[in-house]
């Protein structure tokens, strides 16, 4: 395989963001960039959604989140975009999982983390989507609010066209199994680890 030479690599300028903003997450899926969420210059989450075509060296705006918020982790599921948590206006960290379906331009409400979160880890494989890690409010601190680390298992989907599955824990630790469930969502949040979930 043939490595570019670093020489034929050089710095462009693009047309900037429509919207000065910081924490706003970024995801290239089917040729796009998407820009999602954010904090204005007064620290204030915002809702704006953004399209960037390498084409046309322009941004279009989108239908707005439906929860204005920055710092979202983000993953795409097919012509679907998942986002994930997030820090709220009321500086606060988030359950709330939105999906934007790009076909169809339109959000939709998923079913909501285990444990409002930012800082997230959202990993996508096949018809897979994982949620781990991130920080979480606690007690203490400045005003009775900090944050601590999160290390475990926050969220876990399966989306296909026909069913869902929904993920099962083991308590001996054996590897999740799954169980077919009638199609209702696609997501469903997986029970805390060492507990049996009926299947």
Known sequence: MEVPNVKDFQWKRLAPLPSRRVYSSLLETGGQVYAIGGCD?????????????PEADQWTALSPLPTARAGVAVTAL??????????????????VVEMYNIDEGKWKKRSMLREAAMGISVTAKGKWG?????????????????????????????????????????????????????????????PPPGTYSGC
Not at 151 to 166: G, I, K, R, Y
């Open 130 to 190: 994982r949620a781990e890690g991130g920080q979480r409010e606690g007690s203490g601190g400045p005003r009775g609010k900090q944050v601590e680390t999160n290390s475990h298992l926050l969220w876990a989907v399966e989306f296909s066209a026909m069913s869902l599955q929904t993920p099962c824990v083991q308590q001996n630790g054996a590897p999740p199994t799954t169980t077919p469930q009638p199609l209702k969502s696609a997501l469903q949040v997986p």
């Open 78 to 95: 097919g012509k679907r975009i998942m986002v994930v948590g997030g820090v709220g206006t009321n500086q606060l960290p988030l359950k």
């Open 41 to 53: 210059d007064n620290g204030v989450p915002m809702d704006c959604f953004e399209v960037y075509s």
